[in-house]
C-alpha cells in the first residue's frame, strides 16, 4: 500500500502545529504518576514493553519530521500485528485484555488519523469489536471506511461478514449517506432498516430516488404513513415501486438511440451472409422453425410494443396478420406464440391486456392458455393497484383443460413474482394436494408458488411442496417434470443459507430416485450468491461421485457451483476454472450441465474464454452438451448484441441446418444475443455488482434448470419455460430525470469500472472512459459518472434511474 502521508497535504506532515494537535490527544495526561505506576505493576513484562514501545511512537508523531512520522506508522503496523497475537493469545487463556483494549483505541485513532482506515478496520476485526469504529470515523474517511467494509464482507465468514455491514449501515445513517445505506439494508434483507430509512429522511426526492433503488431490486414494499405522512407524496412514491415509469424510460432510451424500428427474424438470422449451405433453409415452412421465429421475435422487440409478426398493423389484405402468425404454429405452438404478444408489449399493462383480450374468445385452448402466460408476463417486474393479472388469471386456474391451466398458473408466477401475495397461496396451494391433477399442472404450480414467494422461507408452502412430493408415484420420480418441485422448493429458501437445514432434513425421507437431486436443489438455492467456498467444495465433491443409471443429482450440483460461486470476482474466475477441469474428468451427465453453469456466471457479460469454450462444446459429438452450449452462448452474450457471438450462432446455423432440435436451439440464442435490440440486460446483478435481485436469480434458475432436460422441456412441449427469462429482464440503462422525473440529458463519462478499495488518495473510479449524453447504455463492468458539475446526483450509484438537482453552488463560466 502506498505510504499513507502521501494522501493530501493536510495528512501526516502538515507541520509542526497539526503534528502537535494531533499528539495532544494522543497522549494520555501524565500528572498522577503514582497511579501509573500502580497501573504498571498490573501489567505484564511483554504489555509493559508494549506500552513503552507505543509511548515511543506517540513521541515520534509528535516531531515535525515526516521521515520519522513514516516509521512511525509502519512500527504502528507492527504493533497492530502483536496486538492481535496477543489477544487471540489471552483469549485462549480467558485472561483480561482491558489493557490491550486501551492500546487499540489509541491505535485506531491514530490510523484513522492519518489515513490508514484499512489497518483500522483489520485490527478491530482481529479484536472482534468494530463497533469502536463508529466512534472513530469522521466525514473525511467515513467513504473509504465504508468501503473497505462493504468489499471486505464478501471474504469474511458468517456471521461476521453480517455484523461487518451492520456497521457500515450505521456508518451510512450516521453521515446521513441514505442510497448507499438503503443498499447494504437490500443486501442484509433487513425491511426494518428500509422502513428507518424513509422514516428518517425527509426529503422527498430523496426518498423518490430510494424507490427507484426499490423498483429495479424488484421486491413488493408497503409503504405506511409514519414513513409518508401526506397522501399524494405517498402515492407518487408508490407509483415510482410499482416500476410503472420503466416502460416509459425504455421507450425514451430506444428513441434516443433511435432502435424503434421493429425487426423480424430474418433481420436477426442474416442468412444471405452464409454461403451455400443452409442458407436458404429460412424459406422451409415447417412448425418447429415457425416456433423458434416466434421466440426470436418476442426476444428481439421486448417492450417495444410493435414487431413485424404479431402486432403488425393490419396494411396486409387479411385484416390482420397477428392470427395468421398464430396458426403457423401447431398446438402448444400457439400457446408460445400468443404469449409472445405479451412480451412485446413488456411493462406496458394497459396496452398490452388491451390486445391480448382478443385471444381471450379463441375456442382454441392452446390461445387461451399462451393469452393467459401473456398476461402474467406484460405484469412481470410491474405492480398495479388494481391487480388485473389476479382478476383475468384467477378464473382460469380451475379450468378442466391442462394447457389452461398451466398458462394461468405460469402467469399469477410471474406476474406476483417476489410479492408473497397470500391470495395466490390460498388458490394455488389446493392444486398441489389434489391427487387427480397431471404431473404438469402440479410442477408448474409449484415453481409459480416458489416465484411468488421467493426466499421468504414460508413454511404452508414449503410443506405443500414437501406434500406433493412424497405423493408422487414410483413411476413419476423419474420424469423430468418432477424435478421442478424440488426446484419450487429450494426457490422458497432463495440466499437464505442456514434457513434451509429443517427442510434439508426432510427432504432425506424422499423416494431414493429424488432425494439426492433434491438435496442438491435445496443447497444450491439456499447459498446462492453467498460465495460460500465451503459449498463450492461440497458440490465439486459431489460431482466427482461415479453414477448409479438413472441418478440426476449432478446436473443441479453443476449448476450449483455456478450459483454460489457468482457473488464475486474472483470466486467467479476459479468456478470457471473449475468446470474447464469438469468437462475434462466428468462423466457425459456432468458435461451436460457445465455449459448451463457458464452460462450463467457470465450472463449477459462475454467474457473471450468463456465464449472459446462454449464454442468448442458447441460442435459436441454428444448433441445434449452442443444444444447446452449453444444455449449458453445466447445467455452470455443475452441483450449486448455481441457480433462474435453473432458470428458464430450464424455458422453454427449452416452447421446444423439438417437438425431441427440444435437448429431451434441455434435460433433460440441468436433471439438472446439481440434481445431488446441490445438495450437489456439479464443479470440479476445490479448496483455495481453489489446487489442480488432474487426475482431475477429466480427465473434465471428456473429456465436453467428446465434445460438440463432439454428434449423433454424446450424440446417437448414446455418450452414456454423459456419465458421464465422475463423475470431477469432489465434495461441497461443509465437514465437521468430532473426533480420532476422528466429526463434530463447531461454529459456523463462512461468507463470500466476500477477497485479502488484501500488506495491512498482520491483514485479515479472509471478508465478508458467515453463521454456520451444521457440516456446511455451500461454494459457489464462498466460504470458512469457525471461529466458536469451543474447537477448533484441523489444515488452515488448511477444506473437506472437517478434523479438530478441542480447544485446551488454552481457558477456558470461564461
Not at 9 to 16: K, L, M, N, Q, V
Not at 237 to 256: C, F, Q, T
Not at 324 to 335: D, Y
Amino acid at each position: 500500500m502506498a505510504p499513507a502521508e502521501s494522501n493530501n497535504g493536510t495528512g501526516g506532515i502538515a507541520g509542526d502545529g497539526v503534528a502537535k494537535d494531533q499528539a495532544s490527544v494522543k497522549v494520555p495526561s501524565k500528572d498522577p504518576k503514582k497511579k501509573d505506576e500502580k497501573k504498571d505493576e498490573d501489567l505484564s513484562e511483554e504489555d509493559l514493553a508494549l506500552k513503552q514501545q507505543l509511548e515511543l511512537y506517540v513521541e515520534r508523531v509528535q516531531d515535525s519530521d515526516p521521515g520519522l512520522q513514516k516509521v512511525a506508522l509502519e512500527s504502528m503496523r507492527n504493533l497492530a500485528g502483536e496486538i492481535a497475537q496477543e489477544y487471540g493469545k489471552r483469549q485462549v487463556e480467558e485472561t483480561s485484555i482491558d489493557d490491550l483494549m486501551d492500546l487499540v483505541v489509541q491505535i485506531v485513532a491514530f490510523h484513522m488519523k492519518h489515513n490508514a482506515e484499512p489497518e483500522a478496520v483489520d485490527l478491530l476485526m482481529e479484536v472482534e469489536d468494530l463497533d469502536l469504529l463508529v466512534e472513530h470515523v469522521d466525514s473525511t474517511n467515513y467513504k473509504r471506511t465504508c468501503l473497505y467494509l462493504t468489499s471486505s464482507a464478501k471474504y469474511l465468514p458468517g456471521p461476521d461478514d453480517m455484523l461487518v455491514l451492520d456497521i457500515a449501515h450505521t456508518i451510512y445513517m450516521k453521515f446521513e449517506e441514505y442510497p448507499r445505506a438503503l443498499q447494504i439494508a437490500l443486501y442484509l434483507d433487513n425491511m426494518q432498516y428500509v422502513k428507518q430509512l424513509f422514516t428518517t429522511c425527509n426529503d422527498l426526492k430523496k426518498k423518490q430516488q430510494f424507490c427507484f433503488i426499490l423498483a429495479r431490486h424488484g421486491i413488493t414494499f408497503e409503504l405506511d404513513e409514519e414513513m409518508c405522512a401526506d397522501d399524494e407524496e405517498r402515492e407518487a412514491l408508490l407509483e415510482i415501486i410499482s416500476n410503472s415509469k420503466l416502460n416509459e424510460g425504455y421507450l425514451a432510451l430506444a428513441r434516443d438511440i433511435e432502435v424503434m424500428e421493429p425487426k423480424s427474424p430474418d433481420d436477426i438470422y442474416k442468412a444471405h451472409l452464409l454461403d451455400g449451405r443452409g442458407s436458404g433453409g429460412g424459406t422451409v415452412d415447417s412448425a418447429r422453425q415457425n416456433l423458434a421465429a416466434t421466440f426470436v421475435n418476442a426476444f428481439v422487440n421486448a417492450g417495444f410494443g410493435q414487431d413485424k409478426l404479431m402486432t403488425a398493423s393490419s396494411e396486409t389484405s387479411t385484416g390482420g396478420s397477428s392470427t395468421s402468425w398464430l396458426f403457423k404454429n401447431k398446438e402448444h405452438g400457439k400457446a408460445s406464440a400468443a404469449a409472445s404478444l405479451g412480451m412485446i408489449l413488456l411493462w406496458d399493462v394497459d396496452s398490452g391486456l388491451a390486445q391480448l383480450d382478443k385471444y381471450f374468445h379463441s375456442t382454441d385452448t392452446h390461445v387461451i392458455a399462451g393469452a393467459l402466460l401473456g398476461v402474467g408476463i406484460v405484469n412481470c417486474n410491474v405492480q398495479n393497484d388494481c391487480d388485473p393479472a389476479l382478476a383475468l388469471l384467477a378464473d382460469y386456474i380451475d379450468k378442466e383443460d391442462p394447457s389452461t391451466r398451466i398458462g394461468a398458473i405460469m402467469g399469477l408466477g410471474l406476474a406476483y413474482a417476489g410479492s408473497q401475495n397470500e391470495q395466490i397461496r390460498s388458490k394455488l396451494t389446493p392444486i398441489l394436494g389434489d391427487s387427480k391433477d397431471s404431473l404438469d399442472v402440479i410442477a408448474f404450480t409449484a415453481i409459480a408458488l416458489g416465484l411468488v414467494y421467493v426466499g421468504s422461507c414460508n413454511e404452508e408452502v414449503a410443506q405443500a411442496i414437501i406434500f406433493a412430493l412424497m405423493d408422487r408415484s414410483e413411476s413419476e420420480f423419474g420424469e423430468p417434470l418432477t424435478r421442478l418441485l424440488s426446484l419450487g422448493l429450494g426457490l422458497l429458501y432463495l440466499g437464505k443459507q442456514e434457513n434451509v437445514e429443517a427442510t434439508l432434513e426432510v427432504s432425506k425421507t424422499f423416494n431414493e430416485k429424488i432425494r439426492k437431486h433434491c438435496d442438491m436443489t435445496l443447497l444450491s438455492c439456499a447459498y446462492a450468491g453467498t460465495g460460500n467456498v465451503l459449498k463450492v467444495q461440497h458440490f465439486l465433491g459431489q460431482c466427482a461421485n461415479h453414477l448409479e443409471k438413472g441418478e440426476t443429482y449432478q446436473g443441479p450440483a453443476v449448476l450449483g457451483i455456478a450459483m454460489v460461486a457468482m457473488a464475486e470476482e474472483l470466486g467467479l474466475e476459479m468456478a470457471i476454472r473449475s468446470l474447464e477441469h469438469l468437462l475434462q474428468y466428468g462423466e457425459q451427465n456432468i458435461r451436460r450441465a457445465v455449459p448451463l453453469a457458464l452460462g450463467l456466471l457470465c450472463v449477459s457479460n462475454p467474457k473471450v474464454n468463456v465464449m472459446d469454450t462454449l464454442s468448442r462444446l458447441s460442435h459436441d459429438t454428444d448433441t445434449e452438451v452442443a444444444m447446452a452450449a449453444i444455449i449458453a452462448l445466447g445467455l452470455i452474450g443475452a441483450g449486448t448484441n455481441n457480433a462474435r457471438i453473432a458470428g458464430m450462432l450464424r455458422n453454427l446455423s449452416s452447421y446444423y441446418y439438417k437438425d431441427a432440435s440444435l437448429l431451434f436451439c441455434v435460433r433460440i440464442a441468436q433471439g438472446l444475443v439481440h434481445m431488446g435490440k441490445g438495450l437489456l440486460t439479464l443479470s440479476p446483478y445490479h448496483s455495481e455488482r453489489f446487489l442480488l435481485s432474487p426475482t431475477a436469480l429466480a427465473g434465471l434458475v428456473t429456465m436453467l434448470h428446465a434445460c438440463l432436460d432439454m428434449k423433454a422441456i424446450i424440446l417437448g412441449k414446455y418450452h414456454y419455460v423459456l419465458y421464465f427469462l422475463v423475470l431477469a429482464m432489465q434495461p441497461r440503462m443509465l437514465m437521468t430525470v430532473d426533480e420532476n422525473l422528466k429526463p434530463l440529458s447531461v454529459p456523463v463519462r462512461v468507463g470500466q469500472a476500477v477497485d479502488v478499495v484501500g488506495q491512498a488518495g482520491r483514485p479515479k473510479t472509471i478508465t478508458g472512459f467515453q463521454t456520451h449524453s444521457t440516456p446511455v447504455l451500461l454494459s457489464a463492468g462498466d460504470r458512469a459518472e457525471l461529466a458536469t458539475e451543474k447537477y448533484i446526483p441523489l444515488s452515488p450509484i448511477l444506473e437506472g434511474f437517478v434523479i438530478l438537482k441542480e447544485n446551488p453552488e454552481y457558477r456558470d463560466e461564461q
